[in-house]
Every structure is written in structure tokens, then in C-alpha cells.
């Protein structure tokens, strides 16, 4: 399955992309190693593609994902905040904290998302 990075999937794709269960997917919802938004009329999850990276030949998830959504969450931060933040230009960061992860910069992204509780 290729996937557009700025696309949007379902937990049955997400699930495809991964190789697992629907159900190994909604778990890694529950313990924040991946985000999802509403979206749509009807409400459905949505999972961002940009949550997930290539890893030896297949799609893992981000790494460092569920360590700052931890972060932002203790900040007071819900999931559309979290994402509106990681998708955000951030100054100090020089662009969009998720593409600093990506890229692998994690300890500068928490440092910035560990000030904004204060």
C-alpha cells in the first residue's frame, strides 16, 4: 500500500500498512503510539500517514510519536490540539515539530513541547 504523506487512513489501512490487527491498531490508539482525529461527516477515526515511517522495508510507526504525545498530553493538550501543534510551524524548531521528528530531532521537539504546559 503506498500512501500520499499527507493522506489520511482508516484503522482498517492502518492496520494493512502495518501487517497487523485491527485491533493491534486501536491499541496503539489507546496507549498514544499513534493519534487519531474525527474526521469526516460521519465521524470516522483518521490516522495521518505522517505518524508512520519506513522501517527495513515496511511501514512502522514513528518512533518517538508516543513520547510527545505523552508530553503534549501533560501539557493539557488533547489529540486535536497535539496534532494541530505537531503540524504547526514552530519558531523555535525552524518548521513543523512532526517533521523534526522524522527527521530525528526528538529532544529539541520535547524540549519546546515541554514549555508549553508552563
Known sequence: MTVSPESWLSVPQAAELLGVTQRDVRSMLADRSLIALRRGGGG???????????????????????GTLITLADAGYDDEEAWSWLTGDVPELGGRPIDALRSGRVHAVRTVACTLAF
Do not use: K, M, N, W
Open 44 to 66: 470516522a477515526l483518521a490516522i495521518p500517514a505522517l505518524a508512520f515511517v519506513d522501517g527495513e522495508g515496511a511501514a512502522r510507526v514513528l518512533p518517538s510519536l508516543r
